[in-house]
């Protein structure tokens, strides 16, 4: 089992960037692979992207791909999504999420894939 806490979410100008983090709980962090969501008010949660175990694979949901990074330091047990060229319609709460897998490539992006979830950070990109 895995508990996970977000942070590194703030209001920032759009154009701007930001870190946010995934920090996990126990010794076993290198054996999930993890994904990161977002929800915005009245809309459903979405993918926005997700890394394997190993970290050699990652996908980006295409309206983030080319400003987004996703990351992993399984050392620190934690997981990061670097954010640039922020627009307002990022505007959400960010989650991330891990799902354990004995296999290092595979990544998900749907959410019910995932096992274990954050609380969230809220991101607030104003124009």
């Known amino acids: 089992q895995v508990q996970l806490v977000e942070s590194g979410g703030r209001l920032v100008q759009a154009g701007g960037s930001l870190r946010l983090s995934c920090a996990a709980s126990?010794?076993?962090?290198?054996?999930?692979?993890v994904g990161w969501f977002r929800q915005a008010p009245g809309k459903e949660r979405e993918f926005v992207a997700a890394?394997?175990?190993?970290?050699?694979?990652?996908g980006y949901a295409d309206s983030v791909k080319g400003r987004f990074t996703i990351s992993r330091d399984d050392a620190k047990n934690t997981g990061y999504l670097q954010m640039n060229s922020l627009k307002p319609e990022d505007t959400a709460v960010y989650y991330c999420?891990?799902?354990?897998?004995?296999?290092?490539?595979?990544?998900?992006?749907?959410?019910?894939?995932?096992?274990?979830w954050g609380q969230g950070t809220q991101v607030t990109v104003s124009s």
């Open positions: 999420a891990a799902r354990y897998t004995p296999s290092p490539t595979p990544y998900w992006r749907d959410l019910k894939s995932y096992d274990y």
């Open positions: 126990g010794r076993t962090f290198s054996t999930y692979a």
């Open positions: 890394i394997s175990r190993s970290g050699s694979r990652t």
